[in-house]
């Protein structure tokens, strides 16, 4: 009976020495674990941002487009438009290399801008790639 406490106070003194062994691992482990979801979170904000600033831009060409192709007004209207608008819903940075372009598509012609940004990176900077967004819309007949 004398070997059955022995084991059984034994097994007690290893339990307690693990226990003190694996003291502030939780600490570590939520110091990484909570970093990688920071970083996770930080890129799906970034991802976030690029695609606001894309459609953004986009449907600023568009109204510029839409602008432009009215009877009463001409490319550079459209041009600034569609200016005023990227600066105002983003930065002006975004609004610099703007082309207004009129082609004949079929029977009528077709206004088209094409607006040149860099693509956010880290926030609103921009490292080397652009993109190249178009808006596009028929131009109105002046004889209806």
């Known amino acids: 009976m004398g070997a059955n406490r022995t084991t059984a ?3 007690r003194r ?3 020495g693990s226990g003190r062994q ?6 570590a482990e939520f ?3 909570s970093a990688l979801l920071a970083l996770v979170f930080a890129a799906l904000l970034q991802i976030g941002l690029a695609l606001h600033v894309r459609n ?3 449907d600023s060409a568009i109204a510029g487009a839409r602008m432009a ?3 009463d007004r001409t490319e550079a209207d459209g041009a600034r438009h569609t200016a005023t608008l990227i600066a105002a819903a983003v930065d002006e940075r975004y609004a610099q290399d703007i082309r207004v372009d009129t082609a004949q598509a079929g029977p009528q012609e077709l206004i088209t801008v094409t607006v040149r940004v860099p693509v956010p990176v880290v926030g609103f900077a921009g ?3 652009t993109w190249e967004l178009t808006g596009r819309a028929f131009a109105e007949d002046a004889a209806l």
């Not at 694996?22 to 600490?27: E, I, R, W």
């Open 56 to 58: 953004t831009v986009v």
């Open 127 to 129: 490292v080397g790639q």
């Open 31 to 33: 110091v990484m674990v």
């Open 69 to 71: 192709a009215a009877v």
């Open 9 to 11: 106070s034994a097994g």
């Open 22 to 27: 694996d003291s502030g691992s939780a600490v």
């Open 14 to 16: 290893s339990d307690s």
